[in-house]
């Protein structure tokens, strides 16, 4: 599975952006698809994720109510809404694929660059 992600870039504080991750492969029901992220100078979390069959959307306490993930099965697609964005959400936003609902990823896209200004 490959994972391509896109979206990124530099807002300011209060803005929002929409990231989207393409996966090609397949990708099985139990699956959950979602996003990682690393800031500058820490170790990469967990951000969200969803269960690719349905049944189950999480989220790191942190972007609970301002972050939306979404998916397109039949584009299989991802999709992460931030809204209400501050500079600590600056890091380079990853898609994953894991078995559990929080990680740790199996699979891992290039990354993207979100970067709020404030």
């Known amino acids: 599975v490959q994972l391509q992600a896109s979206g990124g870039g530099l807002v300011q504080a209060g803005d929002s952006l929409r990231l989207s991750c393409v996966a090609s492969?397949?990708?099985?029901?139990?699956?959950?698809m979602g996003w990682f992220r690393q800031a500058p100078g820490k170790e990469r979390e967990f951000v969200a994720s969803?269960?690719?069959?349905?049944?189950?959307?999480y989220y790191a306490d942190s972007v609970k109510g301002r972050f939306t993930i979404s998916r397109d099965n039949a584009k299989n697609t991802v999709n992460l809404q931030m809204n209400s964005l501050n500079p600590e959400d600056t890091a380079v936003y990853y898609c994953?694929?894991?078995?559990?609902?929080?990680?740790?990823?199996?699979?891992w896209g290039q990354g993207t660059l979100v970067t709020i200004s404030s």
């Open positions: 969803l269960k690719w069959g349905g049944g189950g959307i």
């Open positions: 492969g397949r990708i099985f029901s139990s699956s959950f």
């Open positions: 994953t694929i894991s078995q559990y609902t929080r990680g740790p990823p199996k699979y």
